[in-house]
């Protein structure tokens, strides 16, 4: 039993090709393949897609009343990505039906990168910051954090 063992291992190994063994395993493999940068960090939207500086980004999910627009993105690193932009905001009023969107400039930023459960090896950012560089939508403070449940 054990001999079939040890024949089944050695032929598995045999049979795994280069491209999926550690860098390091191959001999004069480069400094570059063995420190790959990982995968840079992904914002999830309103519908699962993966998103890297996105130019807009829903973050009322539920009925489309506030939205980023106009991001340009200076950043976007392994732990934080930062954007300027404009905050739509339904106003609602007198109901969200007959609201007027407002406009409200932003400093964004992304931060927290965990797993994301459903792309293994994927990063996703799970915090989103607002900074009002005027005035905030009411009853909305100047600077506010939410986290990112999608």
């Known amino acids: 039993m054990t001999t079939l063992l040890c024949t089944v291992a050695a032929l598995s190994a045999a049979l795994v090709p280069a491209s999926v063994a550690p860098a390091s395993a191959h001999p004069g ?11 840079e960090p992904v914002v999830v939207d309103c519908f699962s897609e993966a998103q890297r500086r996105p130019k807009e980004y829903l973050l ?39 609201g007027r969107f407002r ?9 927290h990168p965990e797993a994301w459960p459903e792309e293994p090896g994927v990063q ?5 910051r607002l900074v009002y560089t005027d005035t905030a939508p ?6 506010v954090t939410y986290k990112l449940v999608y």
């Open 29 to 39: 493999g480069t400094a570059s393949a063995r420190s790959a940068a990982p995968p």
């Open 60 to 98: 009322a999910c539920g009925d489309g009343n506030n939205r980023l627009v106009g991001l340009r993105w200076h950043t976007w690193g392994p732990r934080t990505a930062r954007a300027t932009g404009t905050d739509m905001v339904n106003d609602c009023r007198p109901y969200c039906a007959a």
């Open 103 to 111: 406009a409200y400039p932003v400093k964004v930023t992304l931060s």
């Open 124 to 128: 996703r950012f799970t915090l989103i």
């Open 138 to 143: 009411a009853p909305v403070p100047d600077d």
